[in-house]
């Protein structure tokens, strides 16, 4: 089984033409699952979709022990329009196969949860949001996946392929970042990145939806101040 | 004139609240912009009428008419896997301009794909905005440092929204809104299939950060015990060996992925806050005033964490009646 990851480096902030030095905690937790759902015969293949600074989020995949990496180069990727963002990763991973498609729910950005949806749309596959378990049923390639809600959780049956968005895995300690350990970046993977490049191919659409949009930093509390701990037992009243 | 939507979400066959504040928004919307409101009912069966029926609840919260998207296999839970075909189908026989869900789980399964077969924009856990002649649709990005605002309803193409609930629902009327019914064509999927459904009340999830002592650490636990949830810490405890690694919600660890977080002596760094799902609901306490997770909480209350976890913990243990 092929199973793919998408992976993403989080942005530092707007304006800044860098990542954070990790992965969406939500991505962690599909690669953890990708890496135990693994077995002998399949590959857990990281791809992502951006410039070359998104080659951080591919090099933590594989150091962590994914077999391949693979960035979808597309001029039209841009961080708030998750449209395009799945239209090009779609066109990726029709090129590169896939049985099983994970992904976290949202990123440590944007932080829309579109991508994922977007992805299973063009690709016409099903879709499970809220992911918080996968196991293999031992039928097949069958899983056992338990979406997870407020007040209820829903065991499914998935028969792949399809797109799964995890908020929960198991815990995986990445290894330090490139930055963090001050070792060339070339060097820490033995693993190349392979690009791929969708500027031949016709995708459904490269104009990007998203409306104009303006960006505010938020430097003031919003928060509703409580008067003592009798206000905040109130709450928490309300919460069980 | 253009349709807003607003999908409306069962709970025990009632309405639920952020689904009835999603109708109360729309109908602000739909009055100012000369807009028909709609409220879209997926349903297995069709609805009794009486004074309490949703027919009347939906009615009395502002819809102009209700969409029964009717089908024996569309009784809750929805996923875009059981729902998504029908809800596509009753959105093409009534074509928003807007469609609105109430932020919760489901939404998240069905809004952006829905979005896409639609070819409309989709924006998460957003807030409406009323600025001079303009609506503005926003919502918190980068780890709830900046804000995102898009002007409603400027492009060309239709929106879906999500929008968290503010405040209660409120009842604005008695007229009587006009049904239509669509009989919903269901082909239930091959590749996935409800084996089983476990109705739980996930608990909300209680954080200690540096700005507690370790004495708190039994309390923290207990605390989260009396509550139903589960218990995670920040990087600086994590690191400092006071709580293991797995229980560290960061940019380089878990998820808070509950519905309700309790932030105790927790500064509220980007690296922590990057581990905090947009839709949670954060409640911070911590004794600095000027602490960064007052920006990006909900509620605050600035004193002692310690304290507060130890207090907390025994009066919501005795209000119950005993620990679980």
Request: glycine share 8%; net charge negative; charged share 20%.
């Given at each position: 089984?092929?199973?793919?990851?998408?992976?993403?480096?989080?942005?530092?902030?707007?304006?800044?033409?860098?990542?954070?030095?990790?992965?969406s905690p939500g991505d962690r937790a599909a690669?953890?699952t990708?890496?135990?759902?693994?077995?002998?015969?399949?590959?857990?293949?990281?791809?992502?979709?951006?410039?070359?600074?998104?080659?951080?989020?591919?090099?933590?995949?594989?150091?962590?022990?994914?077999?391949?990496?693979?960035?979808?180069?597309?001029?039209?990727?841009?961080?708030?329009?998750?449209?395009?963002?799945?239209?090009?990763?779609?066109?990726?991973?029709?090129?590169?196969?896939?049985?099983?498609?994970l992904a976290g729910q949202s990123?440590?950005?944007?932080?829309?949860g579109?991508?994922g949806?977007?992805?299973?749309?063009?690709?016409?596959?099903?879709?499970v949001t809220g992911v918080v378990q996968i196991?293999?049923?031992?039928?097949?390639?069958?899983?056992?996946?338990r979406h997870q809600r407020?007040?209820?959780?829903?065991?499914?049956?998935?028969?792949?392929?399809?797109?799964l968005m995890m908020t929960r895995g198991?815990?995986?300690?990445?290894?330090?970042?490139?930055?963090?350990?001050?070792?060339?970046?070339?060097?820490?993977?033995?693993?190349?990145?392979?690009?791929?490049?969708?500027?031949?191919?016709?995708?459904?659409?490269?104009?990007?939806?998203?409306?104009?949009?303006?960006?505010?930093?938020?430097?003031?509390?919003?928060?509703?101040?409580?008067?003592?701990?009798?206000?905040?037992?109130?709450?928490?009243?309300?919460?069980? | 004139?253009?349709?807003?939507?607003?999908?409306?979400?069962?709970?025990?066959?009632?309405?639920?609240?952020?689904?009835?504040?999603?109708?109360?928004?729309?109908?602000?919307?739909?009055?100012?912009?000369?807009?028909?409101?709609?409220?879209?009912?997926?349903?297995?069966?069709?609805?009794?009428?009486?004074?309490?029926?949703?027919?009347?609840?939906?009615?009395?919260?502002?819809?102009?008419?209700?969409?029964?998207?009717?089908?024996?296999?569309?009784?809750?839970?929805?996923?875009?896997?059981?729902?998504?075909?029908?809800?596509?189908?009753?959105?093409?026989?009534?074509?928003?301009?807007?469609?609105?869900?109430?932020?919760?789980a489901?939404?998240r399964?069905?809004?952006?794909?829905?979005?896409?077969?639609?070819?409309?924009?989709?924006?998460?856990?957003?807030?409406?905005?009323?600025?001079?002649?303009?609506?503005?649709?926003?919502?918190?990005?980068?780890?709830?440092?900046?804000?995102?605002?898009?002007?409603?309803?400027?492009?060309?193409?239709?929106?879906?929204?999500?929008?968290?609930?503010?405040?209660?629902?409120?009842?604005?009327?008695?007229?009587?809104?006009?049904?239509?019914?669509?009989?919903?064509?269901?082909?239930?999927?091959?590749?996935?299939?409800?084996?089983?459904?476990?109705?739980?009340?996930a608990?909300?999830?209680?954080?200690?950060?540096?700005?507690?002592?370790?004495?708190?650490?039994?309390?923290?636990?207990?605390?989260?015990?009396?509550?139903?949830?589960?218990?995670?810490?920040?990087?600086?405890?994590?690191?400092?060996?006071?709580?293991?690694?797995?229980?560290?919600?960061?940019?380089?660890?878990m998820l808070v992925d509950s519905?309700?977080?309790?932030?105790?002596?927790?500064?509220?760094?980007?690296?922590?806050?990057?581990a905090v799902q947009p839709h949670t609901?954060?409640?911070?306490?911590?004794?600095?005033?000027?602490?960064?997770?007052?920006?990006?909480?909900?509620?605050?209350?600035?004193?002692?964490?310690?304290?507060?976890?130890?207090?907390?913990?025994?009066?919501?243990?005795?209000?119950?009646?005993?620990?679980?």
């Amino acid at each position: 089984m092929r199973i793919i990851v998408l992976v993403k480096s989080p942005h530092a902030a707007p304006q800044r033409d860098e990542t954070l030095p990790s992965l969406s905690p939500g991505d962690r937790a599909a690669l953890a699952t990708a890496l135990q759902l693994r077995d002998e015969s399949d590959q857990a293949i990281a791809v992502t979709a951006g410039p070359e600074a998104d080659d951080q989020a591919l090099r933590l995949a594989l150091r962590a022990g994914a077999n391949h990496a693979v960035r979808v180069i597309d001029p039209t990727v841009r961080g708030v329009d998750q449209r395009t963002l799945g239209t090009v990763l779609a066109g990726g991973l029709r090129l590169v196969g896939f049985d099983l498609i994970l992904a976290g729910q949202s990123s440590a950005d944007w932080a829309s949860g579109g991508a994922g949806p977007a992805v299973a749309h063009m690709l016409r596959l099903p879709h499970v949001t809220g992911v918080v378990q996968i196991t293999r049923t031992g039928v097949d390639q069958e899983l056992h996946v338990r979406h997870q809600r407020e007040r209820m959780s829903i065991e499914l049956l998935v028969q792949p392929p399809a797109v799964l968005m995890m908020t929960r895995g198991p815990f995986l300690e990445l290894p330090a970042a490139e930055s963090d350990s001050g070792t060339p970046a070339e060097s820490s993977s033995e693993t190349p990145i392979e690009l791929l490049s969708l500027s031949e191919m016709t995708l459904p659409f490269r104009r990007p939806l998203v409306a104009q949009h303006q960006l505010r930093p938020l430097t003031r509390s919003t928060a509703r101040m409580l008067d003592g701990i009798d206000g905040l037992v109130d709450l928490l009243q309300r919460w069980r | 004139m253009a349709n807003i939507l607003i999908y409306i979400e069962l709970s025990d066959n009632k309405a639920t609240p952020a689904s009835l504040f999603a109708l109360n928004r729309g109908r602000d919307l739909a009055t100012e912009l000369g807009a028909t409101l709609y409220a879209l009912l997926p349903c297995a069966t069709t609805p009794t009428y009486d004074d309490e029926d949703i027919i009347a609840v939906l009615s009395r919260h502002g819809a102009d008419k209700v969409i029964l998207v009717h089908h024996p296999d569309l009784g809750p839970p929805a996923l875009f896997v059981t729902h998504g075909e029908a809800l596509v189908d009753a959105c093409h026989q009534f074509p928003p301009r807007l469609l609105i869900f109430p932020s919760s789980a489901e939404a998240r399964d069905l809004a952006p794909r829905l979005a896409m077969a639609l070819h409309a924009d989709y924006i998460p856990h957003a807030d409406l905005e009323h600025e001079g002649d303009e609506f503005w649709v926003t919502r918190q990005v980068f780890r709830r440092r900046y804000q995102l605002r898009q002007p409603l309803l400027a492009a060309d193409h239709a929106m879906v929204i999500s929008l968290c609930p503010m405040q209660e629902p409120q009842t604005l009327g008695d007229d009587e809104a006009e049904v239509a019914v669509v009989q919903a064509t269901v082909k239930p999927s091959r590749q996935v299939r409800i084996r089983h459904i476990e109705h739980t009340v996930a608990g909300p999830v209680v954080g200690g950060g540096g700005g507690m002592s370790r004495t708190g650490d039994d309390d923290l636990q207990r605390l989260a015990r009396v509550l139903g949830g589960s218990r995670v810490a920040s990087t600086t405890v994590c690191d400092s060996g006071h709580a293991p690694a797995e229980l560290c919600a960061s940019l380089d660890g878990m998820l808070v992925d509950s519905d309700h977080y309790l932030a105790l002596g927790i500064s509220g760094s980007e690296r922590h806050m990057a581990a905090v799902q947009p839709h949670t609901e954060v409640v911070a306490v911590n004794n600095d005033p000027l602490a960064p997770i007052f920006t990006v909480a909900q509620y605050g209350l600035v004193a002692d964490a310690t304290d507060t976890a130890r207090e907390l913990a025994g009066r919501l243990k005795r209000s119950e009646g005993g620990d679980r």
